[in-house]
């Protein structure tokens, strides 16, 4: 069984650009999560999406958004990018809410220049 | 509001000699705890978790962890570290209600020398 998949793998933005990151869970999970983690440190939680409805957002600002659809993929999307949002952006998703271990994708490096 | 402590950044150690990597946590609810791998470029990998029952946890690879409630701790251990063991190590808790929503330390890179 294929495991979560993002794409793309790297990503090259300016400053000031326009980004989206595709994630596609594991068949059967209904739950989505965004986490960023940045060189050095653990991943930090931004979203988690469960049939396709916002249930958590971290201490992102509103440059971030995510939304889920009704196959239960997922986009990250980041506006007016700053060289500070250079991360890796990993996605995770899990079959149920709570109770649940989460599967983590491998990442979509991203540079900010 | 959960918190996680990573106690060592940095564990250097020799092969087939025994390895604890320390976490402990702080959380105002009952929490999951997990510990991931992580090796260079990808993303990560589930090593353990603990839900409920026996506080001692096996997972992959020979490593286990002992939750200690009254410690606030979860520390994982392995007694004979291989080369191919070198990566970066994360600890998580997660809430009861939510395990979408996972709090990470800092992680500790482990190196194994020949």
């Known amino acids: 069984d294929a495991g979560v998949t993002q794409s793309p793998t790297h990503l090259i933005k300016t400053r000031g650009q326009h980004v989206t990151l595709r994630c596609s869970p594991i068949?059967?999970?209904?739950?989505v999560s965004w986490y960023q983690q940045v060189l050095g440190q653990g991943p930090q939680f931004i979203f988690q999406?469960?049939?396709?409805?916002?249930?958590g957002r971290g201490n992102f600002p509103d440059r971030f958004s995510a939304r889920q659809f009704p196959n239960y993929s997922s986009e990250l999307n980041v506006n007016a990018l700053l060289l500070g949002d250079s991360a890796l952006y990993l996605c995770?998703?899990?079959?149920?809410?709570?109770?649940?271990?989460?599967?983590f994708g491998p990442g979509t490096r991203l540079t900010v220049t | 509001a959960q918190s996680v402590t990573q106690l060592d950044s940095q564990v250097p150690v020799f092969e087939e000699a025994p390895v604890e990597l320390r976490c402990n946590y702080s959380?105002?609810?009952?929490?999951?705890l997990f510990w991931y791998v992580q090796y260079p470029n990808q993303g990560l990998q589930l090593l353990l978790k603990?839900?409920?029952?026996?506080?001692l946890v096996k997972g992959i690879n020979g490593f286990e962890a002992e939750f200690n409630k009254s410690q606030t701790s979860f520390h994982l251990r392995k007694p004979s570290v291989h080369i191919s063991d070198t990566a970066e190590y994360f600890c998580a808790v997660s809430g009861h209600t939510n395990a979408g929503k996972s709090t990470f330390g800092d992680g500790t890179t482990l190196t194994v020398k020949p």
């Open positions: 603990y839900l409920s029952g026996s506080t």
């Open positions: 959380s105002s609810v009952s929490v999951y």
């Open positions: 068949s059967g999970h209904k739950s």
């Open positions: 999406y469960y049939e396709k409805e916002e249930r």
């Open positions: 995770a998703s899990s079959f149920r809410l709570a109770g649940d271990e989460q599967y």
